[in-house]
């Protein structure tokens, strides 16, 4: 079984897929509009104390880490 960790544990330059959300119906809506879904790949960018910023199809997005803590991400990846 693939272990499941919050995107904000990632470090940068690490991909990995999302597999579920632990959200609101709000944040979960705002999410799907940047193109957070199940199984989409995404990757660390950079992170520091207060965000995340992540790749998602091409575009670059900047989470906060309380929204990048309630991503939840498998299938983790090292990129070289």
């Known amino acids: 079984m693939e272990s499941v960790c919050p995107l904000a544990f990632l470090a940068p330059g690490t991909v990995a897929r999302v597999a579920w959300f632990r959200a609101g ?14 199984d989409v790949r995404v990757k660390v960018v950079s992170a520091d104390r207060g965000s995340v910023i992540v790749s998602v199809g091409g575009a670059r997005y900047a989470l906060s880490r309380g929204a990048a803590m309630k991503v939840m991400v498998r299938g983790i990846e090292e990129s070289a």
């Open 25 to 38: 119906k709000g944040l979960q809506t705002r999410l799907f509009g940047m193109g957070f879904c199940p």
